[in-house]
């Protein structure tokens, strides 16, 4: 059975009010990245979820999770 990674990053991104081209800015990635992620259609580095989590000011735990 694979694991399924779960992602708040919408929600997260969305409480900010911040759109996907100005979280990509924060995060210093491009847009259609974060489209992706936030789709299910790409699962993120460490070191890119990492770099979205401090964007954002959460821990890692709070934008992934696994199911």
Do not use: C, W
């Amino acid at each position: 059975m694979g694991a399924y990674l779960k992602t708040t990053l919408k929600n997260q991104r969305a409480l900010r009010e911040l759109t996907q081209s100005e979280l990509a800015d924060l995060a210093g990635i491009t847009r259609k990245s974060i489209n992706a992620i936030e789709m299910g259609h790409m699962v993120p580095s460490t070191i890119l979820a990492l770099k979205l989590a401090r964007a954002l000011h959460v821990p890692v735990e709070t934008l992934f999770s696994i199911e």
